[in-house]
């Protein structure tokens, strides 16, 4: 993925005589690093493990930004922990028109193939591991309701039946769901939709087929509003539609199934999966 800031000339002229610091070394501040030097802007990072910085790039830690960039703009590069980044750079004395925030950088709206192309399939992988240790050994059937590389069925048994509905469709880039195509009859003992039902502008027709065709169990992840209020952030990630936790969880309460678990992805830290169960 690579940013493309809507006000981009702007910007690089507002960075090109004073120094910038990206505050935060994870993946919005690589990003951000990278349309730096793309337009040739000097920077460097700030991280509580700047220690741990591989590249030429210089990294210094929080406790050395007032003495080593006293008069540096200040971006704070993080999606989950932007108004923690804020607030700290404040208690340190620096002046809020020094502050920026990564929404200045990111560009309205991110094409869907750039959001795939960025994933850290990897992670993906893991992820499928960690929450199939929630299906029982003794289920029959699996149904995968997640988008491309269906990973889930690497980590279940031979003997158990799965099944990944072809439902996706995309209008304007933002994915729908259409369960048009789908077997009338078809059903499973459980069911998965990891990290993809916050993207779908029909949420509820998703939800409805999920909790119809299941019969034990289903395995969610989501980003509730509670964790990522920003509309305009949810939207550029392609992030549709806002349930909050609570609404989430009422939603499938009321169509027979109740939150049995519930856990914090292990790579995402707004990212949350939940199983609910039939009574």
């Known amino acids: 993925m690579q940013l493309s800031p809507k006000n981009a ?3 690089i002229a507002q960075l090109s005589s004073v120094p910038l610091v990206i505050y935060g070394m994870g993946y919005v501040g690589r990003l951000i690093g990278e349309w730096c030097g ?13 220690g741990q910085k591989e590249s030429g790039q210089t990294a210094i830690y929080p406790e050395q ?5 006293p008069k540096a703009y200040i971006v704070a590069a993080s999606i989950n922990y932007q108004d923690e980044i804020r607030a700290r750079l404040i208690d340190m004395g620096v002046d809020e028109s020094r502050i920026l925030s990564y929404i200045d950088f990111w560009p309205e709206k991110v094409d869907w ?14 992820r499928a591991e960690i929450f199939a240790a929630w299906i029982d ?6 149904a995968d309701y997640s988008f491309e590389k269906n990973f889930l069925r690497d980590f279940l048994p ?49 939800i409805h087929h999920l909790c119809t065709r299941t019969e034990k169990s289903i395995i969610l992840s989501y980003v509730p509003l509670d964790r990522l209020p920003d509309i ?27 939150l049995a678990a519930s856990k914090q992805d292990p790579f995402d830290a707004v990212h949350v999966a939940y199983l609910l169960e039939k009574p």
């Open 38 to 50: 793309q337009n040739r802007i000097s920077y460097i990072f700030c991280d509580k493990n700047a």
């Open 65 to 69: 930004l007032t003495e080593v960039c």
């Open 9 to 11: 000339d702007e910007l």
């Open 113 to 126: 193939s750039e959001l795939e192309a960025s994933v850290d399939w990897e992670n993906v992988r893991k």
């Open 232 to 258: 305009q952030v949810r939207r550029s990630i392609n992030y549709n539609n806002d349930y909050t936790e609570k609404q989430l969880i009422s939603a499938f309460e009321a169509k027979g199934f109740r």
């Open 158 to 206: 031979q003997s158990m039946r799965y099944e990944a509905p072809d439902y996706i469709r995309f209008h304007e880039n933002v994915p729908y769901a259409d369960f048009s195509g789908t077997d009338p009859a078809f059903r499973a003992d459980v069911s998965s939709c990891l990290a993809m039902l916050m993207s779908f502008r029909n949420p509820e027709t998703v």
């Open 137 to 142: 050994p003794s289920v029959k059937s699996v």
